[in-house]
């Protein structure tokens, strides 16, 4: 080799940690922001990279990953959402933000967001219809009106009819509105009567518990909500307390000792918003792509909890559920 050859190819070599450092800055970004934390929603963020995995991009390969979490405290996520912009995301995956989501919006007026979201995304004004949003935001959502009969129902199987079912509410949640409409029409529907209690925050869980004592109801349903899923030990504790049967939105809550839930599969949720997330890095804009709606639901119960609550699980919901904790 000519000495001009060898000299040139040593400038090539060493040109080489260069590029491949200048490739890594130019990676994609996704921001990933939620009202839950990472210690409660782990799970969830295996399921996103798996779908994100699908769609052909893997964390630290071809896509970076930000992480923002508001632990419990919605009003840190329109805050979480600026520092995602300043960061120059490429596109912004949103879970748990129902609680203020207008808010959210203002902060990422242009940004493609895939949003998992409890609520009508139509209903709450962030899309045009679930066929072709027309904005930045897509995703899936569960329509949790839904859902609602079906909680009464299995509640009301597994303890059998009952005169007062209460029915805890978060009234930050933009979704609080149209949930109290859907459980209000769907407790009609079945001559059921409800007690609706508000609480926005973990503080005021043992408020809500005292009000159900006093007004003497016989069971409570949980819906999803960030306040509630990162404070479930302690509703798990206060309806253990009052020996009070209580049916929640995410099957963590039976993992973590409460009675029963039922809900969409969150983990199918996130794995779905990740291939959307991949989509829209690979070229798809929000606008073309419609809100989901979940096809996989799961009834979870504990058995040992139903036995301290000295409860028999009927078979005919022993052979409905998903999971048996037993």
Known sequence: MKRREFIALIGCAAAWPLTATAQQVTLPVVGFLSGRSLSSDAHLVRAFRNGLNEAG?????????????????PDKLPELAADLV????????????????????AALPEIPVVFATGGDPVALGIAASLARPGGNFTGMTVLSASLWPK??????????????IAVLINPANDTAAQATKDVEAAAKDIGQRITLLNAKS????????????????NALVVPDDAVFINGRK???????????????????FPTDGGLVSYGASVTDQYRQCGLYVGRILGGAKPTDLPFLQPTKFELVINVRAAKTLGLKVP????????????
């Open 86 to 105: 300043a960061h120059k995301v490429a596109v912004v995956f949103m879970g748990a933000a129902d609680v203020g989501v207008h808010k959210i919006k």
């Open 315 to 326: 078979e005919t919901l022993v052979v409905a559920a998903d999971e048996l904790i037993e």
């Open 202 to 217: 973990e503080t005021e869980f043992d408020t809500a518990f005292t009000t159900i004592s006093s007004e003497r109801a």
């Open 57 to 73: 991009y893997v964390e630290g390969q071809n896509a970076v990953i930000k992480f923002r979490w508001a632990e419990g405290k």
């Open 151 to 164: 909680r009464l129902a299995l509640l009301r199987e597994l303890i059998g009819r009952t005169d007062l």
């Open 234 to 252: 302690k509703l798990i504790a206060l309806a253990s307390q009052h020996a009070l049967p209580t049916i929640y939105g995410r099957r963590e």
